[in-house]
T-cell receptor, first 115, second 113 residues
């Protein structure tokens, strides 16, 4: 079954404690991205990756890092989380960059609370 | 730049009522347009899409027509069911660069029996 898998689904952490949210896709997609969803703001892109070792900033990259060492995995790293990063996070993958009419497949989301 | 403006919610309808969720867009190029649906506790799923002007996307009784002249992509369904209760997102993606989706803020729909 084609899917994007995120872990964990729920996470409560304290300010400043580094964390990683994992994302893995089994569709051999080249393009992967991270979004955060906040009430009244919809989804905003944090980072994206067009292929292995190729990453770039989205609209709201501050406070986040990513890496793409393998095609299937695209972890999101918060080096020093702060309360304003409390949000619902989604990982998405897409067949390849530049094909704007292809759909994106989304993970089930990670609800992060930073206290 | 690119942006999507979506009808504010929440929307509450009785079962079998007609649904319209308005969506208008601004784009620098020639975008593809999408509706995604998010059921409670789940990620976003593609509902339908249209890739050029006058295209009609349809799925599960939902329809939306790509109107270039009015820069709109309104979602409609003739008879909603309780199972349609979800949050609906309108989105666009540039065909050429396609680096990201631009999402509307989402419209929450609740259908009551």
């Amino acid at each position: 079954e084609a899917q994007v898998t995120q872990n964990p689904r729920y996470l409560i952490t304290v300010t400043g404690k580094k964390l990683t949210v994992t994302c893995s896709q089994n569709m051999n997609h080249e393009y992967m991205s991270w979004y955060r969803q906040d009430p009244g703001l919809g989804l905003r892109q944090i980072y994206y990756s067009m292929n292995v070792e190729v990453t770039d900033k989205g609209d709201v990259p501050e406070g986040y890092k990513v890496s793409r060492k393998e095609k299937r995995n695209f972890p999101l790293i918060l080096e020093s989380p702060s309360p304003n990063q409390t949000s619902l996070y989604f990982c998405a993958s897409r067949l390849r960059q530049g094909i704007g009419n292809t759909e994106a497949f989304f993970g089930q989301g990670t609800r992060l609370t930073v206290v | 730049g690119n942006s999507v403006t979506q009808m504010e919610g929440p929307v509450t309808l009785s079962e079998e009522a007609f649904l319209t969720i308005n969506c208008t867009y601004t784009a620098t190029g020639y975008p593809s347009l999408f509706w995604y649906v998010q059921y409670p506790g789940e990620g976003l799923q593609l509902l339908l899409k249209a890739t050029k002007a006058d295209d009609k996307g349809s799925n599960k009784g939902f329809e939306a027509t790509y109107r270039k002249e009015t820069t709109s992509f309104h979602l409609e369904k003739g008879s909603v069911q309780v199972s349609d209760s979800a949050v609906y997102f309108c989105a666009l993606s540039e065909k050429v660069t396609g680096n990201q989706f631009y999402f509307g803020t989402g419209t929450s729909l609740t259908v009551i029996p």
